[in-house]
């Protein structure tokens, strides 16, 4: 039972972590129409929740795994999960420069909002020889 658990626990950052990264980069570098302010805020946090959790789970995954293969004596998975940490290692080396690459910030960026600009229903005069524009 031991080993189906370090296999599942292998596996999760095998796949799990390289999905979560292509989801979450693809969700930023889209341009989604949203429509109010608050929708496109929604959709930046989600996709910093996604971004975030990959490279949380890019370095959690491996340690527990050593840990835990470590804490069973299976020198097989050990070997595994320490060859698993150069890949981290790999897996923020390629997030660094698509970061260094990208013309906005990967994680605590909002996307621009369709929101259409508020009408002027009334006109405030400014001193100084600035009428309202109309008369």
Request: proline share 7%.
């Given at each position: 039972?031991?080993?189906?658990?370090?296999?599942?626990?292998?596996f999760?950052?095998?796949y799990?972590?390289?999905?979560?990264?292509i989801?979450?980069?693809?969700?930023?570098?889209?341009?989604?129409?949203?429509a109010?302010?608050?929708?496109?805020?929604?959709?930046g946090?989600?996709?910093?929740?996604?971004?975030?959790?990959a490279l949380?789970?890019?370095?959690?995954?491996?340690?527990?795994?050593v840990?835990?293969?470590r804490?069973?004596r299976?020198?097989?998975?050990?070997r595994?999960?320490?060859?698993?940490?150069v890949?981290?290692?790999?897996?923020?080396?390629?997030?660094?420069?698509?970061?260094?690459?990208?013309?906005?910030?990967?994680?605590?960026?909002?996307?621009?909002?369709?929101?259409?600009?508020?009408?002027?229903t009334?006109?405030?005069?400014?001193?100084?020889?600035?009428?309202?524009?109309?008369?």
């Amino acid at each position: 039972m031991k080993r189906v658990g370090l296999g599942v626990l292998l596996f999760a950052w095998l796949y799990g972590v390289p999905f979560l990264l292509i989801v979450g980069l693809i969700r930023r570098t889209s341009s989604p129409y949203m429509a109010t302010h608050a929708a496109a805020q929604a959709f930046g946090a989600t996709t910093d929740t996604i971004l975030t959790a990959a490279l949380v789970l890019n370095l959690a995954l491996p340690v527990a795994g050593v840990l835990l293969a470590r804490l069973v004596r299976d020198r097989c998975w050990t070997r595994h999960f320490v060859w698993s940490l150069v890949g981290t290692a790999l897996i923020y080396f390629a997030v660094s420069i698509a970061g260094r690459a990208a013309t906005a910030p990967l994680i605590g960026w909002t996307p621009a909002d369709q929101e259409p600009a508020p009408r002027v229903t009334q006109c405030i005069p400014i001193s100084g020889g600035h009428g309202c524009p109309g008369g």
